[in-house]
């Protein structure tokens, strides 16, 4: 459509500053809030086929804003709740400190994996899924979770040293 600068041109005078309002009221910052609602539009009008019903296009701005807020709330949440897992502890670690060297030989063996593997492996291991429940969670065959599980143990067991017999 030709005419979509005109259109967008009309919504940011119109509706930019209660868009601004409305983003500013979920985010309660403004720098992040305008950052928001530039994200919003766009992703609105990167879209081919935008109509020119300003109020249309206000409600799909609107609804743009509470995903993309709710998204990244989710994933700062992730975040903070796995962030300890890659992240190298602060202290300074002494001459017999083995706990500290384990934890770092695990985390970098864990990285070597693939992203499949090791997802499957934290189900497993740290969040005690089953493989039917491992397979739904990620949407794949149940003989594809035993696959990626048998292939992380061999690439562990390997990294580390050990036999795969105790690894399971």
């Not at 804003?65 to 990244?72: A, G, W």
């Not at 796995?82 to 934890?103: I, M």
């Not at 693939?114 to 997802?119: D, L, N, V, W």
Request: proline fraction near 2%; glycine fraction near 6%.
């Amino acid at each position: 459509m030709a005419d979509w600068k005109s259109t967008f041109d009309e919504l940011v005078a119109v509706r930019g500053p209660a868009l601004r309002g409305y983003a500013y009221l979920l985010t309660g910052d403004a720098a992040t809030a305008a950052d928001l609602v530039q994200e919003a539009l766009l992703r609105v009008f990167g879209r081919l086929r935008v109509g020119s019903d300003i109020e249309q296009l206000e409600g799909y701005v609107r609804r743009v804003i509470l995903n993309l807020y709710v998204d990244d709330r989710r994933r700062a949440k992730k975040w903070r709740e796995t962030r300890h897992l890659l992240v190298e502890p602060d202290h300074q670690h002494g001459e017999g400190d083995d706990t500290w060297a384990t934890t770092h030989t695990v985390r970098h063996a864990l990285s070597d994996l693939s992203p499949k593997q090791r997802a499957c492996v934290v189900l497993r291991y740290y969040e005690d899924l089953t493989v039917p429940e491992i397979a739904d969670q990620l949407g794949c065959a149940e003989g594809t979770v035993k696959r990626h599980l048998a292939d992380a143990r061999s690439r562990l067991a390997a990294q580390l040293g050990v036999t795969e017999e105790s690894v399971q």
